[in-house]
């Protein structure tokens, strides 16, 4: 396989139908149609089919099921105030994982930390203006841009600040 480090990432790409991000996929794609790992509409050969074992697996290894699985089932089984229920379904947060490890690079072990501070933080104040599961991963503001807030919190726990933050409880003395 005589490809360059650029060329090898606009052939995964192409595998996992995205666009490339760091590189200039024009040259780069003219040097694989010269290679012959794609033809000229850009369709991979059968090159690149016998070599697909060379490749790395092109599932997104970052949203396997168990860890989504253990992800929602932090949040409660129930209907948040806002009327919408805490839990998403999980092809939804499928897809906001797909985006959130796209732009950010925490572990699952943070994120489920992070996620489980969060809902505990909301369960004091019976969940009043607590984010269900997909907005806290990914929500998209009026402009098109989007945040998220366990990115925040990812940083926070990393940083050390959620830790610091006291439990508090308290009892209704009547």
């Not at 059968?46 to 970052?62: A, F, G, S, T, Y």
């Amino acid at each position: 396989m005589n490809l360059s480090p650029n060329e090898f990432y606009v052939l995964q790409c192409l595998i996992k139908q995205e666009r490339p991000k760091i590189v200039n996929p024009h040259l780069e794609l003219r040097k694989l149609q010269s290679k012959d790992y794609i033809d000229k509409d850009f369709i991979i050969t059968d090159k690149v089919n016998k070599l697909k074992h060379l490749l790395p697996k092109i599932e997104d290894k970052d949203t396997t099921v168990d860890n989504i699985d253990a992800y929602i089932n932090i949040f409660p089984k129930l209907k948040l105030p806002s009327g919408k229920y805490a839990r998403s379904h999980k092809t939804n947060i499928k897809a906001c994982f797909q985006w959130f490890f796209k732009n950010y690079s925490y572990s699952w072990n943070t994120i489920l930390k992070a996620t489980s501070f969060y809902v505990q933080d909301f369960e004091s104040k019976n969940y009043l203006y607590m984010m269900t599961s997909q907005y806290f991963i990914c929500k998209t503001k009026i402009d098109r841009t989007k945040e998220s807030e366990l990115a925040n919190y990812c940083e926070m726990y990393e940083d050390g600040t959620l830790a610091q933050q006291p439990t508090h409880f308290s009892d209704k003395v009547v």
